[in-house]
């Protein structure tokens, strides 16, 4: 180092975030409690998951429908793999594009009544890419505040201007956009179809109404939605009755309900054009891997052919919510669909319960700050349609069992 230079501590261990992890590594088993985080699964999670050699009750993975492991679903994904390989070994821009692709993408449009759809590798990458490649600094992103991560980020990208409206509040919304849409050239809204931490939704007939008013776009999230919601597990529109083609983009991912991985996008002939022309996330990224694709499709035409399978995960939905509250548990606003949390409040409560529970044969994961508002940390429970109403009756049983003994 030359003389009079400063010296700069270039390890990675000086990073705050990394003082953060320590003082969490030494908070947590001083109070008595183990990592809850990256736990090993040592089989398939389905109703019941393995951890250290355990079998548990499981409500921590949003396999709603039961269709991870599927026969067929697993069919389909190994005779793809058999064709085309585990990897497309390239950009769908280049030399990554296969016939599985362009089937999955025709297929979700149908069901949203859009034009096209477009597939991302990742399914946090496909909201970022979509509002980086639409909005610029001249923009407003706003969203429902407590909406995921991947539109904040994408907000980042796009160097927009972003605001939030408080959950759920339309009125809030409304009164933001009559005093500033004047101010930007476009205006997107975003909002989810089902919010993963509440298990609930938004008004979408009036948030439709503003978008068409305040002459902005509408981009709905149904990562949570899809095959959850709506008669026959179409999502929000088909929950509330409205006309899909009303809402301008609707985004979600293959890992819940489809049982794969990556995100997709439907919409307008121009904006799927758009996006397979511009969007970081899809153009300078490799292909989703064509036996994924050939199990998300599989499993669209499973929930399509059986809705019986979304009729029995609603039931299962609406029989923990009204258990839950005939305990004097708080479970928010949930509507009693595929999540529900119980909520706690503290983080020491929240990461007692999971332990707990987990002792007692059942898993559920804690969530607290930032994944959630400070003060309102939860136990969140994912239902499936392979529950029965015996393990939600004993899991809520177990957990106000040892709630009453904390």
């Not at 362009?102 to 034009?115: F, P, V």
């Not at 477009?118 to 509002?131: E, K, N, P, R």
């Amino acid at each position: 180092m030359r003389p009079g230079a400063v010296q700069h501590d270039t390890s990675f261990e000086s990073l705050p975030a990394y003082q953060e992890i320590l003082m969490d590594r030494r908070i947590g088993p001083a109070l008595g409690f183990t990592n809850p985080y990256y736990r090993l699964h040592e089989a398939r999670a389905g109703v019941t998951t393995t951890i250290d050699g355990r079998e548990l009750l499981n409500f921590a993975s949003y396999d709603y429908l039961a269709l991870n492991g599927h026969p067929e679903v697993i069919a389909a994904h190994r005779e793809a793999a058999d064709r085309y390989g585990t990897s497309v070994s390239a950009s769908r821009i280049t030399a990554g594009e296969r016939l599985v692709h362009r089937d999955l993408e025709a297929a979700l449009a149908e069901l949203y009544q859009a034009d096209d759809g477009a597939l991302f590798v990742s399914g946090h990458a496909t909201a970022a890419s979509i509002i980086e490649t639409i909005l610029g600094p001249k923009d407003l992103l706003i969203h429902d505040s407590l909406i995921h991560n991947c539109v904040v980020v994408g907000a980042k990208g796009a160097r927009c201007q972003r605001k939030s409206f408080r959950h759920n509040d339309l009125d809030d919304l409304e009164s933001y956009l009559t005093l500033t849409r004047h101010l930007f050239d476009r205006v997107l809204i975003v909002s989810e179809g089902l919010f993963s931490m509440d298990g609930d939704g938004p008004d979408l007939f009036r948030l439709v109404e503003i978008k068409e008013r305040f002459q902005a776009w509408l981009m709905m999230d149904e990562a949570h939605a899809l095959g959850v919601i709506g008669a026959t597990g179409k999502g929000i529109a088909e929950h509330a009755g409205l006309d899909p083609q009303r809402v301008d983009i609707w985004f979600g991912t293959l890992s819940k309900a489809l049982v794969g991985c990556g995100g997709y996008v439907c919409g307008c002939q121009a904006l799927i054009d758009i996006l397979k022309a511009r969007a970081p996330g899809l153009v300078y990224s490799v292909g989703m891997p064509a036996p994924v694709a050939a199990a998300s499709l599989k499993a669209l035409e499973i929930m399509r052919r059986e809705p019986q399978r979304v009729a029995v995960l609603q039931a299962n939905g609406a029989h923990f919510a009204a258990g839950a509250r005939a305990r004097g548990l708080d479970i928010g606003t949930s509507w009693g669909f595929g999540v529900t949390p119980v909520i706690l409040g503290t983080d020491i409560r929240t990461f007692r319960l999971a332990q707990d529970l987990e002792q007692h044969g059942v898993y559920v994961f804690p969530v607290i700050a930032p994944g959630v508002p400070q003060g309102s940390s939860r136990v969140r429970f994912f239902l499936s349609a392979a529950h029965d109403t015996a393990q939600i009756d004993a899991a809520l049983d177990a957990v106000v069992t040892l709630l009453d003994r904390q």
